[in-house]
């Protein structure tokens, strides 16, 4: 199988499709720093919430993620956005891709990231598809990692290794979802927003959710099922856990002490641009 303009091989039998979510408000990004230094083309993405073309080196920070993804040979993209996100639609629309074709979904209100994926249900159809956030860059090797994988499942990421450096502040790891397993690495709880004491009793190594999922079409039964969370959003990991108890679904966890950024904040952005400088992007 080729890609758009023929150059590409395609794998049979893989992981080819990713839906990213970026729907969100960035209601984070959007608020003021005054110790935070922005280029005036950063300052008006960063106050329109649209991380994903906050300009990181001189690229929108989403086509980071993006080489990677084509690194690790997937080939369809679909970007779940809002109704306030038609610049990020008028951007990838004109992108010109030798390893990549784009589709779009539309979430037309914030309701969570299980709503989010019923918006692209129809671009999934019956194959696996990985959903990552738009607001994190994940490397190659992992995305390689979950595109090998033959059943449903996540990347799990070890929580001293995000800490380690200032890969991810103390913050946003305390915002990610506990992951517990059993001795074969298969998932059987997801706790969201873990009180800090319970972290800290939980055996070294602590695996953490950054959303980096594999799903299959029962997802979308899943995501159909749940009720609100008390954030008053339908979340991933409630539909996880739906599939999990109701649907007979196995999610098998893959450990991984990797690089992840995270561009939630205006004070994340240097951090990001220094660790991605040298990084190519090739879409």
Known sequence: MKSAEGNQDIEPNMMDKIVILAAGRGTRMQREDASVRLTAEQASMAAKGLKALIPINGQPFLNYSLSALAE???????????????????????????????????QEQPLGGADALLAAASFAGDDPFLVINCDNYYPPEVLSAIRRLDSSGLVGFRRDALLKGGRATAEKIANCALLETDSSGRLVNIIEKPEAELVDRMPDPVWLSMTCWRFGPSIFEACGSIGLSPRGEYEIPDAVMYAINFLDEEFRMIPSDALVLDLSRRANIAPVEKRLEGVEVNL
């Open 72 to 106: 690790a040979g997937y080939h369809e993209i679909c970007l779940v956005i809002g109704p306030d996100h038609s610049a990020v639609r008028q951007y990838y629309s004109g992108v010109r891709s030798r390893r990549l074709v784009f589709d779009f979904a539309m």
